[in-house]
């Protein structure tokens, strides 16, 4: 009994246990936060890649972008039309779309990253002047991935090419001068092809010659006793030009009251929807225009005078037939009217519409710079839209106000004249015989335009054709794009920027 209490209490050997038992316990917790910390490191690196992942599909969000506004800018500027542009932008597209994954990364813990890139048509809405995209991008670190998405609207902006400051002529073929023609400024052709700019007999061009990029040494034909010092410059491209989308004539205008709108006298100057200043006692009406008004005609003749008072408010008189065989319109006020013609306009003799007596005393004898602003200050008080298929001025007749006519060929001659920008989208427009046009801008990107006889413009032409003759001048008048008339958005100046032309949301993640 004695020799078992010994060994029981004989503690030989005792810290080995101890020591044994404490490296397990150890051991444990070592292991156990060793698991954790390697836990918690996978944690962090699948954490790390998942914010990657966002980071490349946002970069490729980023690189399309770049590229689709680096495009955009070029299929803008080279692209004719509307039709021709959204064409071209799906080509851009489809290309970058058939791009292979973007994979301009840094090598990410032996794994490539990439950010895979689609485009899709989303548009939604009836106007055929935008697209709306959807840009899909994809991120992929070896098997985490990420999407984000961005929506853009690409929108075509109305183009005009009238920004060639110092060229008085522009055309898109042929500038053909003889007789003694003279062109004070520069001019210029899209044509690269020879004889595109004919010279002779005395005619010249004061200012630099614009030609086709593809232009050669024969684009120019002249006589060789002829000395050109003119500078020629190749464009770097063609120039576009387009006819501004014609307006519709407005639907809210009322048929006059006769009762209100009676002349003093017994004669009814208001007569079943026609307004006719045609006999003397109605000599000097004036039509008071407290709102919108339509008539079937408005007929002047007898040398008589039509006062059309507008106060300080914007007025529009919508017309079948505008008919002046012998008669004078003027505008009272400091507004402005519109005129919208549907089928005829009839000029004769001198009838003369939106003049003033100081136009008038100055026209006789005065200062030419004096004059010259008096009327551009005089036409910017009258518009007139012209559906009609000619418009033809052959004596002392004048309009003071420009002309947007949708498909009108347009003659002067005799000393007649339209005083403010003339718009058109006709084929022929003929001026001689000493007519004369005083406008910043003549529009006329589908027309031939001959100018014979003396026949002088004082403005810019832009047109087809170009031909003159008989002494004809075209002197490059002061031209600021800002006072360009709204129908052309002068503001545009012709090119667009990315800015104008894509607009994009933010980008999301989907």
Known sequence: MKKRMGLLKNEQGIALVIVLLVLVVVSVLGLALMGLALNNMKMSSSERTYQSTYYIAESGITYTMDKVNKGIVDIYNNSPNQTTFFSNVEDMITNLNNEPPYKNFENYFGHTPEAKISIVDVSNNLDSTIRDYKITSIGTI?????TVEKQIRISWVQKNNVTISDTAVFVRETVNLSGGAKIEGGAGTNSSAPSSINLDGGASISGKIYVGPDSGNNVINKPNWMVLNNEIVKLPAIKTFEMPQFPVFPSNSTPPNEKVFKSNSSYDVIYNGSLRVDNWVADGYTLNMTQDLKFNDIYLTSNNTLNINIGNSNRSIVVNSLNLPNGKINIIGTGKLTIYVNNSITMGAGSIINTS???ENLNKKGNEDTKSQLIKDQVKKLDIFYKGPNLVLSGSQKIYGSLYAQYADLSFSGGSGFQG??????????????????????????????????????GQIIGKSYTASGGSLITLDDFNVADLPPILDGTSGGTGSANDIISAQPSREK
Do not use: C, M, V, W
């Open 142 to 146: 070896d098997n985490h991935s990420r």
């Open 357 to 359: 007596d100081e136009i």
């Open 421 to 458: 920008h003339i718009i058109t989208g006709g084929g022929k427009i003929n001026i001689s015989g000493g007519a004369n046009a005083i406008t910043q801008l003549f529009y006329a990107p589908n027309a031939d335009i001959n100018i014979s006889g003396g026949g002088t413009i004082k």
